[in-house]
Each structure stands twice: as C-alpha cells, then as structure tokens.
C-alpha cells in the first residue's frame, strides 16, 4: 500500500500528461512539424534557466513566467514561419534551428553555473517520480482550461492541421501554440524536454498504426500513454532507473511492439480504422 501511495502521484501527472499531449500530437502530426513541441519545451528550458541565472529558485512562479514568455515568443515565431506556396523553406527547418539554438543558449548559459550539470540533466529527462499533489491539481486545472479553449475552437484548429483554408489563419496559429506553449511550459517542470516529446508524439503515430478517424486515434493514444506511463513509473522505480529515461525508453518498446503487431496481424488495423 505504500508503494502504491507512493506512486499514485507520479502516474496521475502521467495521466494529465498523455491527456492533453496525445490530443496535441494528432495535430501536431498531421501539420507534419513533429518537432514543435520539443523545440517549444526546450525554449521554455531556455527561460527557466535565464530565470535561474538570474537568481530565482527553479519552483518560483517567477521562473514560470520567465519560461512561459520565451515560449510565446517562440509561439510567434512558428505562426509567423507558417509555410506558404510561395516560400521554398520547410517549417520544420525553423523549428529545427530554433531548437538547436535554443539548447546551445541553454548550454552556454549553465556552463559557469553551480550545479549546472544537474540543472541540464532535469531540463531532459525532469524527475516525475518526485511531483506533488499540489503540482498535479495546478496543471490538471491548466490543461483543463487549454482543453475547453480548444473544444470551443476545434473546427479552425481542426480545419487547419487537416490543410483546409482558413480565414486569418496566422491568428489561428498563434493562438494554438500560445495554448500549445501553456502546455509545454507546465509539462517540462515535471517531466522534462524528452518526456515531454514522447508524450506528445508516440501515441499519436502509434494510433496511426490502427485507426484514420481522429476519435479511435485520441482512444488508442490515450490507452497507450496511461498503460506505457504505469509500466515506466514501475519499472524505474523497482530497477533504481532515472523515472523519465525509463518512461522514454518504455515508449520506444511500445511502439516497436505495436508496429510488429499490426505487421503481423494486418487485419487488426483494417478492422480498426
């Protein structure tokens, strides 16, 4: 019972987790710019760690806005680089140069700090295994309100991940990775800039392997990530893993099971999709 209590926490930020990231990851998916959400959750690594630097402790709501405010304008960023016809560069080549400044920023700025070293390894990996109640009940709250602002906006949203045109559709864009980067800026606090990914983009291309329809992908997502979340908060803590390595780890095994299943046994998806 103790090791359960012990647990119930870590696995409930797991759940709010694969909520709201397997819903972002369908649309994340379908614009074809996998990488926004690690190039986001490593700009609002970026800001935390200027918010350090700046002598502010690392679960000061200061640093939280300090973290938000760099992914806003990496928000911007994005909406304002929306690929067009007539432009010959890819999306994702800015949001991979983003990405790649942003950590070497973050690098450069934690390599005269005390403890840096240890600083760089939370940005990766985070440590769910210690997050609080209080924590879990904050960000449920948080992605509950991101969750009813995109319900209500679901039809632009939608319309847009799916290539249909849309009026204003920069706005549109903004909005979504200003609530896409409220999200991000949560989510890297308790599980880091590879957790955070891998929640975001696992099970939505593992859904893909079985359904079309964006309502069976948001289930099997979200069976996937709740199910992949206890077996890697377990495992990590029987073998004395780091919690967030071994929950990125036991994604990749999921995935790879998946797809050999649905090779082996094609029909599963047919049936599925």
């Known amino acids: 019972m103790d090791l359960l209590a012990f647990l119930a926490v870590p696995f409930a930020a797991g759940l709010i987790l694969t909520g709201i990231h397997a819903y972002l990851g369908v649309h994340v998916v379908e614009r074809g710019v996998i990488f926004v959400d690690l190039s986001l959750a490593q700009i609002a690594a970026l800001g935390t760690t200027i918010a350090y630097l ?22 911007a960023i994005f909406a304002l680089t929306r690929v067009h016809h007539e432009t010959r560069i890819p999306q994702e080549a800015i949001i991979g140069i983003v990405y ?39 960000t449920a709250a948080l992605y509950a309100a991101i ?28 909005l979504f990775y200003v609530s896409f980067g409220f999200v991000v800026t949560s989510s890297v606090t308790i599980a880091g800039v590879l957790l955070v990914f891998s929640y975001l983009i696992v099970p939505s291309v593992a859904a893909m392997l079985f359904a079309k329809s964006i309502g069976k992908r948001l289930a099997i997502g979200w069976i996937m990530g709740a199910t992949v979340s206890a077996a890697g908060i377990l495992a990590s803590f029987r073998l004395d893993l780091p919690t967030g390595a071994t929950i990125v780890c036991t994604f990749g095994v999921a995935l790879a099971l998946m797809a050999l299943f649905r090779i082996l046994i094609p029909r599963v998806g047919t049936s599925l999709a």
Do not use: C
């Open 100 to 138: 790649a400044v942003s950590a070497a920023a973050a690098i450069l700025a934690m390599s005269k700090a005390p403890e840096g070293t240890e600083h760089l390894k939370d940005m990766l990996v985070g440590n769910i295994l210690t997050v609080s109640w209080e924590t879990v009940f904050r």
């Open 147 to 174: 969750g009813v602002f995109h319900y209500i906006f679901r039809k632009k949203f939608l319309a847009i991940s799916l290539g249909q045109p849309v009026a204003n559709v920069r706005f549109w864009d903004f």
């Open 54 to 75: 700046a002598g502010y402790d690392l679960h000061d709501p200061v640093t939280y806005f300090w973290s938000l405010g760099f992914t806003i304008a990496g928000a």
